[in-house]
Nanobody, 123 residues
């Protein structure tokens, strides 16, 4: 069982930045792929970024170049720095974990989910 706790959401004006964190409880955190998804009302969860234990991060086209992230295996934490935010980035952001190296962007590929943190970008 893996518990994920997101933090760092909030309200920001368009063009601004926010930083999200996802702290995991897993004793074998290093063996999990950790991803960020987001969801707006009435829509399916949308892939944002994924961080495997090796290799480059995977970013959705919609955020590539604006969002960057990293994982700190010593702290069991994954970070997501979001820059140049737009109102279209407004959503609840979820952290998710999947066993091993997950190469899918589908939310069903991930086994564990956090409660989510709200990000609101005003125009």
């Amino acid at each position: 069982q893996v518990q994920l706790d997101e933090s760092g959401g909030g309200l920001v004006q368009a063009g601004g930045s926010l930083s999200l964190s996802c702290a995991a409880s897993a004793r074998t955190f290093i063996s999990y792929t950790v991803a960020w998804f987001r969801r707006t009302q009435g829509k399916e969860r949308e892939f944002v970024a994924a961080f495997r234990n090796s290799g480059n991060p995977d970013y959705a086209n919609s955020v590539n170049g604006r969002f960057t992230g990293s994982r700190d295996n010593a702290k069991n934490t994954v970070y997501l720095q979001m820059n140049n935010l737009t109102p279209e980035d407004t959503a609840v952001y979820y952290c998710a974990a999947g066993r091993g190296s997950v190469y899918s962007r589908a939310y069903v590929a991930y086994d564990y989910w956090g409660q989510g943190t709200q990000v609101t970008v005003s125009s």
